[in-house]
């Protein structure tokens, strides 16, 4: 069984730039949620999707956005980079986005902004 | 404000001991509590979990204990590996049903396990 799989791994970007981030849940999964680690402020939630409707988000400005598709695959999107989106950025995929069902996560997405 | 807490950055033990990771928190409306693990450049893995209406959960070499009254939760692992060591996160959920993929982690603690 495939795990969650993001893409790419590695990504540097401008300060002002834009930077969409990939997603692929483990099949079956509707849930998708996103998470920003950085060393200063730790693992972050930024929001969950689940059959295409954003339910839940963090404390992040609009800059922080997403989409899920029909097939259950998510994108996040930062505009107007900032140096301190500088971050490892992790997905994690669900069944139904319960806690007591289980979040498995993604490698990461490594973006530094310069 | 930081609702999880993990105060030791780093813990040191040696290969058959056991090794003990601390966990607080601050809201009461917590009711789901979950242990990851996680290497470097790799997501984190899931490791144990355990809800607000028991005390005591374990899986293998992993225990974990949860003191409601004192907010506070530990995960044992005995006997510890070298191939623990690793970087161990502490996490939080509330809402039962719909936490909606929101967990709040601790700033995680460091195992080296020597052999």
């Known amino acids: 069984k495939a795990g969650v799989t993001q893409t790419p791994r590695y990504l540097i970007k401008t300060r002002g730039q834009q930077v969409t981030l990939s997603c692929s849940p483990i099949s079956g999964h509707r849930s998708v949620s996103w998470y920003q680690q950085t060393p200063g402020q730790g693992l972050q939630f930024l929001f969950e999707y689940f059959s295409e409707t954003q339910r839940n988000k963090g404390n992040f400005p609009g800059r922080f956005s997403g989409r899920q598709f029909s097939n259950s695959r998510s994108e996040m999107n930062v505009s107007t980079l900032e140096l301190g989106d500088s971050a490892l950025y992790l997905c994690a995929s669900s069944p139904a986005g319960r806690v007591d069902y289980g979040y498995t996560f993604g490698s990461g997405t490594r973006l530094t902004v310069v | 404000d930081q609702q999880v807490k993990q105060n030791s950055p780093s813990l040191s033990v040696q290969e058959g001991r056991i090794s003990i990771l601390n966990c607080d928190y601050t809201?009461?409306?917590?009711?789901?509590f979950l242990w990851y693990k996680k290497y470097p450049a790799e997501g984190p893995t899931f490791l144990i979990s355990?809800?607000?209406?028991?005390d005591k959960n374990e899986d293998g070499r992993f225990t974990v204990f949860l003191n409601k009254s004192a907010k506070h939760l530990s995960l044992h692992i005995v006997p510890s590996q070298p191939g623990d060591s690793a970087v161990y996160f502490c996490a939080a959920s509330e809402g039962g049903g719909t936490s909606y993929g929101k967990l709040t982690f601790g700033q995680g603690t460091i195992l080296t396990v020597h052999p």
């Open positions: 355990i809800s607000s209406i028991k």
């Open positions: 809201n009461s409306m917590f009711d789901y």
